[in-house]
């Protein structure tokens, strides 16, 4: 499996934005895919995952309410809908696959590939 986020951009705070995670490969119903995001000088932070089949989905506080996780099934995409961003949303953002199904450590998850910057201007 191969993950590819893209989508990520300049925005105002209070702006939105839609962040894809294309995915290459078999995709199970029992797998669990997330998204993380990092600034320079700190570690990879849970944003939130969803499990592929029951589209079941959890978010990180910092974000709940605010960011909406779907999949286009078919597709094999996986979307992160960022509404209402902070100038604390700014990061890379990256897509994972969970080894170890419902985790929201970054050290369980792997085939992260390239990410996409968010900069969200106050």
């Known amino acids: 499996v191969q993950l590819q986020a893209f989508g990520g951009g300049l925005v105002q705070a209070g702006g939105s934005l839609r962040l894809s995670c294309a995915v290459s490969?078999?995709?199970?119903?029992?797998?669990?895919m997330g998204w993380f995001r990092q600034v320079p000088g700190k570690e990879r932070e849970f944003v939130g995952l969803i499990r592929w089949g029951s589209r079941s989905t959890s978010y990180a506080d910092s974000v709940k309410g605010r960011f909406t996780i779907s999949k286009d099934g078919p597709e094999n995409t996986m979307y992160l809908q960022m509404n209402s961003l902070k100038p604390e949303d700014t990061a890379v953002y990256y897509c994972?696959?969970?080894?170890?199904?419902?985790?929201?450590?970054?050290?369980?998850?792997?085939?992260w590939g390239q990410g996409t910057q968010v900069t969200v201007s106050s």
């Open positions: 490969g078999r995709i199970y119903s029992s797998h669990v």
């Open positions: 994972g696959v969970s080894r170890s199904g419902w985790s929201t450590r970054d050290v369980e998850y792997d085939n």
